[in-house]
């Protein structure tokens, strides 16, 4: 039985799908499908692709001696109650590692994500944005939504917090983390550095592709079908797939290229700067503990 020896902790929209797409490509690291198995964030359950340890031991059932490193990337684990504690707990040894970014784009970027997987239905980030005291307490969540915990925009963002709890749990010689601004000026350089935590030799990546652009819906009616079809056409795709012998019709797909489309809403200055006073606590925490000036981040809020 294979078990991981690494784990991408978190956090979402830190540059996590690039990272472990480019480490999935290396000939000495196996990382399983689906990249975010999700099974040790058992307080997220709509968030877990396996539930039982048999089926999750079975996605790292590809691994062979020829993989140094043997990981998985679920996103929401640092953000989790339980995760933490319960990777400590059944792989004492495993590495970790984290993904950090400034808190405000986090958020904005997260809601970007919720609408375009429809767990959110309030398309202007403002008024999202107010509701978080609402469902934190279960009221006002969307219906279709799979878990309102990914719809707190002022707590999924608070990194200082989430990577003080691991540290606690976790040695620090177990955890290392980079910081979303630098992986993307230079990939090569964080590729390189991560690969070195794992102990895998370099495999001469020098090309490292865009991954998972930040892209939003033209039309929110035609996003809701394409990402939350109804399941009798569902199903009839499959009964037409198989009578004509193909993996894929292409009809989705090709909705989807048309409605999403790159770039963000724009944010009044106003709310930026509330969010900025609301994340400055955490974002001095994160400092103290990566020994690193995050001021840019705290902007006027400082």
Not at 18 to 27: D, F, G, S, V
Not at 121 to 145: H, Q
Not at 156 to 170: A, E, H
Not at 244 to 258: E, F, K, M, T, Y
Request: glycine share 4%; with cysteine.
């Amino acid at each position: 039985m294979t078990t991981p020896n690494f784990i991408l902790a978190g956090a979402p929209k830190c540059g996590t799908t690039a990272l472990a797409t480019y480490l999935r490509q290396h000939p000495r690291i196996f990382m399983c499908m689906p990249k975010e198995p999700g099974y040790f964030a058992a307080d997220l359950p709509e968030h877990r692709y396996v539930s039982t340890w048999k089926d999750y031991t079975a996605l790292f059932s590809g691994a062979t001696d020829e993989h140094r490193a043997v990981g998985e990337a679920s996103i929401f684990y640092m953000y989790s109650d339980s995760a933490i504690t319960e990777i400590r707990r059944t792989l004492p040894a495993a590495k970790l590692i984290v993904m950090l970014r400034n808190p405000v784009d986090l958020a904005i970027s997260m809601h970007s994500q919720a609408l375009r997987s429809r767990d959110e239905d309030v398309v202007d980030f403002a008024d999202a944005w107010t509701l978080c005291a609402d469902r934190r307490a279960g009221r006002k969540v969307p219906p279709r939504g799979r878990d309102h915990k990914i719809l707190l925009y002022d707590t999924l963002p608070l990194l200082g917090l989430q990577l003080q709890r691991l540290l606690q749990t976790f040695p620090e010689s177990q955890v290392r983390w980079w910081f979303y601004d630098d992986f993307a000026n230079d990939p090569a350089q964080t590729y390189r550095e991560v690969l070195a935590f794992l102990d895998v030799e370099h495999d001469g990546r020098d090309a490292f592709p865009l991954v998972n652009p930040r892209r939003h819906a033209r039309w929110q009616s035609l996003a809701q079908f394409t990402q939350k079809t109804p399941r009798p056409l569902v199903r009839a795709a499959m009964y037409a797939k198989r009578r004509v012998g193909i993996q894929r019709l292409g009809v989705l797909d090709a909705l989807r290229s048309v409605n999403f489309v790159r770039g963000q809403q724009a944010i009044a200055p106003a709310l930026m700067e509330e969010m900025r006073a609301h994340f400055t606590p955490d974002i001095r925490l994160l400092e103290s503990i990566t020994g690193r000036s995050l001021a840019h981040w705290r902007g006027a809020a400082a």
